[in-house]
């Protein structure tokens, strides 16, 4: 992607339209910034030696352009009976609920998640982990807008965390299990929102490093499929924890630093008096566990077959020991953070 000026260019471009769309004061200027980044992603997406990409992007296009097409109708319609037409808060509850809707459509919440693990199958890696992280970044932001903890964002909480728990249990595609997993925790994330600002940041940059060292690695040994992994000849047992420690910390198992940001959500969620609704989270959260645990369970029992004969993957030690590195902070971050806590 860095060797072609003109994906930098649309990289670039990207990035200037989630700011654009973040920093705009009001409902235009930041569909504005939505456009600009649609527009530009979609160019990154394409690739003439994959098939699949030119469908996901199609796929991509249509919905973005129809959740586009729904906020510019609602803000034109609020405008009309506001008094306010360039205020970001809308009084009107069926308006706001359905400007909220065109935001979940745009980065792919349930139950508007039907077009995200079909788009995430015909991506590479690196387009795979911009999907995941930074393209949610605008429309979370615009959502904190007017989300309050009613009804609605307690029905889209539930089916988001349910969806993305159950959507990954019959998945052999590494990059569906992921964009399932990217789901459940967009959940955990609308919930973040609707309880503070600080919140859902420090979900989102821990959700960020951790499936960034994911993808980093898979993309390091070229996996794509369940059975990639078991049949990999790896010369050191390390790396293959690096990599099943890495997915337990996303499902955010407690020994690893994924348990932290959930644990915070869970503490402030049960101090605002949410019970029932947290404790529904965190019994669905448990199935993602579930399908992290069947991919890590045969490689920890050292139950797991390995080939003689598989020379797909040509050594790079440099690769292996940033990878190690990296899935050791997630793996003893926690611990360092308790430490740290401690001690100052």
Known sequence: MFNNPTKLLFLMTLMSGTLIAVSANSWFGAWIGLEINLLSFIPLM??????????????????????????????????????????????????????????????????????FPGVMEGLNWMNSLILMTWQKIAPLMLLSYNLTMNTFTAIIIIVSVLIGSLGGLNQTSLRKILAYSSINHLGWLIAALALGENLWNMYFVMYSFLSSVIIFILQTFKLFHINQIFSMN??????????????????????????????????????????????????????????????????????????LWNTTYTQNNFMQILALSLSMISTLGLVLCSLLFHIF
Do not use: C, D
Not at 86 to 113: C, D, R, T, V
Not at 283 to 303: K, N
């Open 46 to 115: 394409t690739n003439p030696n994959n098939l699949l990409s030119s469908e996901a992007s199609l796929k991509y296009f249509l919905t973005q352009a129809l959740a586009s097409a729904t906020l510019l109708f609602t803000v034109i319609l609020s405008s009309l009976i506001s008094s306010f037409p360039n205020s970001l808060l809308i009084e009107n509850s069926f308006l706001s609920i359905l400007i909220n809707s065109s935001l979940l459509l745009k980065m792919g919440a349930a139950p508007f998640h039907f077009w």
């Open 234 to 307: 790896f010369t050191s047992p390390l790396v293959k924890f690096a990599i099943f420690t890495s997915f337990l910390s996303l499902g955010g198992l407690p020994p690893f630093i994924g348990f932290l940001p959930k644990w915070i959500i869970i503490q402030s969620m049960v101090e605002a008096n949410l019970i029932l609704l947290i404790s529904t989270m965190v019994v669905l959260t448990l199935l993602t566990l579930f399908y992290y645990l069947r991919l890590t369970f045969g490689a920890f029992m050292m139950t797991y077959s390995e080939t």
